[in-house]
């Protein structure tokens, strides 16, 4: 299974924000949008991403506020990618390893979409899923054994 594999049934729907916003404004966003991350863009190009992760330790650092804080200060400026051609072993090991909950799908330098931890988990599991019932099917129409010859 491939990352499209992953953003055909997810779709392409993305939430950016411009590194120099505020970081309440990016909040405000992820907050009605019900999302777990922004990708920062700026002149076209990925140069960030923000994660509730960055937004948490922007909140304690500050005090308990965001204050006057900038998204360029907190976000990630090195975040994982991947393609769309990526294997999903792989994006399973990449975020594993660097504890990344959300990572974006370039397709050179083009945006293609994110795909977060949930996303990865759930085409698993609806793999299995369907392997599952194709093995039971298959079992289920197992044909019967004809006797021995004598």
Same mark, same amino acid.
């Given at each position: 299974?491939?990352?499209?594999?992953?953003? +055909?049934?997810?779709?392409?729907?993305?939430?950016?924000?411009?590194? &120099? +916003?505020?970081?309440?404004?990016?909040?405000?966003?992820?907050? &009605?949008? &019900?999302?777990?991350?922004?990708?920062?863009?700026?002149? %076209?190009?990925?140069?960030?991403?923000?994660?509730?992760?960055?937004?948490?330790?922007?909140?304690?650092?500050? %005090?308990?506020?965001? %204050?006057?804080?900038?998204? +360029?200060?907190?976000?990630?400026?090195?975040?994982?990618?991947?393609?769309?051609?990526?294997?999903?072993?792989?994006?399973? +090991?990449? /975020?594993?390893?660097?504890?990344?909950?959300?990572?974006?799908?370039?397709?050179?330098?083009?945006? /293609?979409?994110?795909?977060?931890?949930?996303?990865?988990?759930?085409?698993?599991?609806?793999?299995?899923?369907?392997?599952?019932? /194709?093995?039971?099917?298959?079992?289920?129409?197992?044909?019967?054994?004809?006797?021995?010859?004598?």
């Amino acid at each position: 299974m491939k990352v499209s594999d992953i953003l +055909r049934v997810k779709g392409t729907t993305l939430y950016t924000t411009g590194p &120099d +916003r505020p970081l309440a404004e990016a909040l405000t966003l992820m907050a &009605d949008m &019900d999302i777990g991350s922004l990708v920062v863009m700026e002149h %076209g190009d990925l140069v960030g991403m923000l994660t509730f992760r960055e937004v948490i330790q922007a909140v304690v650092k500050n %005090g308990g506020s965001v %204050g006057t804080t900038i998204v +360029r200060t907190v976000m990630d400026d090195a975040p994982l990618t991947c393609t769309p051609e990526t294997d999903m072993d792989e994006v399973r +090991r990449m /975020m594993l390893m660097r504890h990344a909950r959300y990572m974006p799908v370039l397709e050179r330098r083009t945006l /293609m979409g994110v795909i977060s931890f949930y996303d990865v988990a759930k085409a698993v599991v609806d793999s299995q899923d369907f392997e599952n019932r /194709m093995l039971k099917a298959y079992i289920r129409d197992w044909p019967a054994e004809k006797d021995p010859p004598p």
